[in-house]
T-cell receptor, first 117, second 115 residues
Framework: AQSVSQHNHHVILSEAASLELGCNYSYGGTVNLFWYVQYPGQHLQLLLKYFSGDPLVKGIKGFEAEFIKSKFSFNLRKPSVQWSDTAEYFC???????????????FGKGTHLIIQP | DTGVSQNPRHKITKRGQNVTFRCDPISEHNRLYWYRQTLGQGPEFLTYFQNEAQLEKSRLLSDRFSAERPKGSFSTLEIQRTEQGDSAMYLCASSFRTDFYNEQFFGPGTRLTVL
């Protein structure tokens, strides 16, 4: 069974600080990897995704993530955070190929990020 | 708005009552997913459909839960004899699944409170 582990459940940073949120996954096949964000009172929105190709992917709002296959990791980064980045961040994985089983997203427990002005 | 929509947005019910939620996916999407999210947790997969066929059900989906997608468009999720432990946010997502990628778009969710 696939699983996702997010190492930091609560992170507090000051504006302009750099951010890195850890995500490790366990899955036996080729994967699609995602970071979703949930701003207060809003629904899940896709930040960025990795399907194949360049392991460094760029998403919206200045976020990027690096897929390191040998480490089963997909860490999220942003060089300079803003107060508006305060939100819940979820890493998720699903199998890459169509077919039965393992098609739903498996999410980590999330990281609650608070940016202090 | 061409995103995923869910109704109702909030539902309060008494224990033992039945509830039904509706999800309207993005129109060209062939797959529709249901998830459940409790406070402080990430969403947990419940079930998904490809067109009208229900292809996978999580072990989280007890016999009291049933989902349908009768014409391959909207879907309903019914919970019979609700229990307090069913209180959660129920999320719907849709995607256009290919052999290489599966990007799921989420709706706003239905928040269920069982008293």
């Amino acid at each position: 069974a696939q699983s996702v582990s997010q190492h930091n459940h609560h992170v507090i940073l000051s504006e302009a600080a750099s951010l890195e949120l850890g995500c490790n996954y366990s899955y036996g096949g080729t994967v699609n990897l995602f970071w979703y964000v949930q701003y207060p009172g809003q629904h899940l929105q896709l930040l960025l995704k990795y399907f194949s190709g360049d392991p460094l992917v760029k998403g919206i709002k200045g976020f990027e993530a690096e897929f390191i296959k040998s480490k089963f990791s997909f860490n999220l980064r942003k060089p300079s955070v803003q107060w508006s980045d305060t939100a819940e961040y979820f890493c998720a994985v699903t199998g890459s190929y169509s077919g039965g089983g393992a098609d739903g997203l498996t999410f980590g427990k999330g990281t609650h990020l608070i940016i202090q002005p | 708005d061409t995103g995923v929509s869910q109704n109702p947005r909030h539902k309060i019910t008494k224990r033992g009552q039945n509830v039904t939620f509706r999800c309207d996916p993005i129109s060209e999407h062939n797959r529709l997913y249901w998830y459940r999210q409790t406070l402080g947790q990430g969403p947990e997969f419940l079930t998904y459909f490809q067109n009208e066929a229900q292809l996978e059900k999580s072990r989280l989906l007890s016999d009291r839960f049933s989902a349908e997608r009768p014409k391959g468009s909207f879907s309903t999720l019914e919970i019979q004899r609700t229990e307090q432990g069913d209180s959660a946010m129920y999320l719907c997502a849709s995607s256009f699944r290919t052999d290489f990628y599966n990007e799921q778009f989420f709706g706003p969710g239905t928040r269920l409170t069982v008293l």
